[in-house]
């Protein structure tokens, strides 16, 4: 392989001669052979947004010239499209500010558009509020876009098969013995009722989650951003994801903490708790043939064994 | 000690002599010698209150003769405050319904009232109502009652620090390392606002702790219960304590899981971190008084050695 | 209530007149009111033991006189037997080294042997060492005393059941599916196997428990502590309790870290998980009679509910 | 891209033409599209040894023809060289009792080896036995050959460095507040000792995973497989990893629970546990340079931050 020389403030490295990022990337890549796992697409795809906006607003505010601004605006959204994935090598397990994801993208994006990555690409910003600014919007999207959309559906498919069962009487249990009698409509609905209030509690951990760091930049103190950047990016941001973003009351606490993830964290651990309670329900309801509850015929979905092939299984 | 022959459907049960409870507590007490923990004082007052409420709903609507739904409601009223608690000896670990508990209630209850314990005192309830009603409503209690006035007494007092120290500069640091300054007020600020945040977060786990499964009797169905009972009971509740409780929406949802306790576990966890790490911050900056970072001077509280008995302690 | 005036390095405080306990105890229960939980049996015990051993060998080693110091050992037998668990009123969550609790230990202790706390009761310790070394000891005295006992219990009881249904051909299961036969017996035996290895596990934790931090005072260095002194008092302990107590091998790990604690912690995590598979299991075996798996029929303990009164629980 | 018709007990899957595996590991892809992750290394190597293992004993066995039997092993040991990790493409959330994966060797080697998946490959063998054997011998392979080594190298790093550092003098903390001096050597002793503690107690929890569930096949009762199968496995793949493995002595427990890894779990819980503390005390000593406690100096390692360029970091 051939490699070219990059310079950072402690020196020279050598780096893949076709790579996109430079020193401080090849320099964290090489500190954290920890997991092997990297940052998700939605992560880089809300680094890459939160750079783009970033540069517009330097533009539009003087602080770069109008041509460099567009072209780190238009490399920035390269990254956000997904261009550049196998050029964001460190690990997950890094530096607990992100420093070395952030410079990672201020490298990749400042290579595409012949712009320096502290200065200009990073301009106004710094890892502190850049990177939980974009775990916030990555959370933001993948609630918004991906998660709220199949507790709908979830939701949906309960309540059409509480609909559905209406008619078929069943046992109750208390304690697990023979109890009253009930409907199975009636146990599917309070499956779909708990797939609901899984979602509304979601919901509510989102005003947290649309507070951005951005603006706090170091300490909080917003030391080194112009004034009025980080409202213009965040509104940037807002109108291209098309979310209520807006910028954190308090950087101290933006920054200081993450709490409102820690929430966020608490309402999907709400849902998996819920989903593990019907899941199981479901297994055991389903249990049998001959020698089980089998009060749910589950449809077939692959061979579910390796020493007796003819057996199904079933996958609640 | 002097004992009684109480009996209950499984047979003869010997009883303290001056119990209030009878024979299914008395088995109960005996099964499960497990952690010498018992029910809280505000679990204790919501049974009492919900037993007090039925029996007068039940009085109202004929299923009890009227001195008797009363002198059921003076007796719940009695444990609602406390006066029996010693009566409820049963350990917190036990039938997972709670039945024993609720039991306990009913036999108190009813042995001073001269009331049936199953069939009066418990009239239109199951265990598998009251209790997670019992819970919720406890719950309800402490979190409206003491958690969220002494989280807003904490923001208040953080903010006056945060306003008191605002001239007072310092350094602030990133991954622990000297960055650049800002002040003391704005850090102190952070901590306010996490605060101020937690509490809205715990706000937001209440519309669910306000739904009281009562209503659905053994399954949820609401088998045995006439009709309007819960509505009426909730009504009755809501009145007495000041809350805005309602009838769950749906009552297998409310009975066949315990989603809405778990939220809120989730947003206590959220504050639980957050004064994690506010006092790990101030316990950090007083450090000292020479040899650490002695930002903060914290009052002293107690002498804090055994074997330097000068050396004071503060409690952060 | 009639009170009395003591005096610690920070002033006067107001005790009740008839308290064992002295003046920092006083201050503690006022700083802590928290949890309401106190220590438990068996860490009073271990501290009434450490106190007297380390009064004997003060003896011993010339550093009080042998009267104060056999005074001192009968006062702390005395905690040790339980005779005053209610002086200890001090909240389990308070001061990270346990300093209050210590105290609280040397004030009574020295009330009763009219001793001084800190210079004779004290002498040679430091909460640093003396709680850490009671936390070891208490679990060692329940880990061997009850917990082991409890789970050669459970172990022979279900290897009793795992040949006495030897003959009991039933239907093994995959993926709670039917899959093939087997027998009862063999069920049985695999949980008297989990529980015969977690009983192992447990006991793998025990070295490190036996470790006592005893010796390294306030910071590990065994400052004001004389010669041979922990040594001589852990083989006191170790003598009286009839375990293979030993000092620990690097003081500043002992007393820098529970990580023996936590080990432990895991086993007992460990036999929890067995515990909860086996439970869950044998309560799905007997769910019925007539709607449910129903393979095992459970012992019923009580009447299981409050609604449906004939309807009894078995107690798994 | 091109595709082939693969059968399997429930009809026809299309398979890309080129894939080494078949029907069932393609149901699987489609039916378990969860979370990108992918079984690792070791697993895999797992996978391959224990295939090749018991395709060598099927053929001394005279249950394969000996020169099936070879090419068996021989495509096993392909799998367990690594060559073939791209064909191991099903999600590891999957069927918990991971027949998929199974499967999917079962299926990449009968097709390298011209055998049947289930009939030859399988041979003696079912998932429910093969998957936790695959667990446990990954496990072992990983702690013994690359955490204990490591733990090794890091008792002996902060074993130097107590040596190096055992003359200077620094304040002993307790609350966090200046006690009594120490040495800095012995800290750092303090931090050894953590290491090797925690490594001994990886190294109770290894008799238990070198327990092999291989034989119980389908329920723990070795339906299928041939007197002396599994035993024979277990020697060959002991000799081949030199490892002391041995058969379960309880494949009901082997197969129904999975202890042993739980037990794993908390002695690694128990590492991370000290190396949080170790990790975090060194952070602390080395805040600084000017404004912290500045008693550790520790090497950079690389820039530490996007908007002070200047500023290194330190990873401890």
């Known amino acids: 392989m051939k490699y070219r020389i990059e310079h950072d403030t402690m020196g020279e490295v050598r780096v893949l001669a ?5 020193a401080q990337t090849q320099r964290a890549i090489e500190n954290f052979p920890i997991s092997g796992l990297r940052f998700p697409r939605a992560f880089l795809r809300s680094l890459g947004l939160i750079k783009s906006a970033a540069a517009t607003v330097n533009g539009k505010l003087g602080e770069l ?13 390269e990254v956000a499209s997904g261009a550049h994935d196998a ?12 420093t070395s994801t952030n410079m990672n993208a201020n490298e990749v994006i400042g290579r595409i558009a012949k712009a320096h990555p502290n200065d200009q690409v990073n301009r106004g910003q710094s890892s502190n509020d850049v990177f939980p600014t974009a775990l ?13 959309p199949a507790m709908r559906g979830l939701n949906a498919a309960l309540a059409a ?4 069962f209406h008619d078929v009487i069943k046992i109750g249990r208390t304690h697990l013995q023979d109890a009253v009698p009930m409907r199975l409509g009636q146990e599917l609905s ?95 309801l389903g249990a049998g043939p001959r020698c089980g509850i089998a009060e749910l015929r589950i449809p077939e979905s692959q061979p579910g064994s390796s020493i007796m092939p003819g057996k199904p299984v079933q996958i609640a």
């Open 190 to 284: 309070g499956y779909a009722r708990q797939v609901e209030l899984a979602a509304q509690r979601v919901e509510a951990a989102l005003p947290g989650i649309y507070e951005m760091p951005l603006g706090g930049t170091a300490v909080g103190t917003g030391l080194n951003a112009p004034p009025g950047f980080a409202a213009q990016v965040i509104a940037e941001l807002a109108r291209s994801v098309g979310l209520p973003l807006r910028e954190a009351v308090n950087h101290f606490e933006a920054q200081g903490s993450k709490d409102a993830v820690c929430f966020l964290s608490g309402a999907l651990r709400n849902y998996a708790v819920a989903l593990y309670k019907i899941g199981n329900d479901i297994r055991w």
């Open 136 to 148: 916030h919007l990555s959370a933001a999207l993948l609630v918004t876009g991906e998660l709220l």
């Open 18 to 22: 076709d790579a996109l990022y430079g």
């Open 161 to 164: 098969k509480a609909a559905e």
């Open 65 to 77: 010239p109008a041509d460099l601004a567009k072209a780190i605006s238009e490399a920035a959204d």
């Open 87 to 98: 050029q964001f090598a460190v690990d997950i397990f890094q530096t607990g500010s992100g």
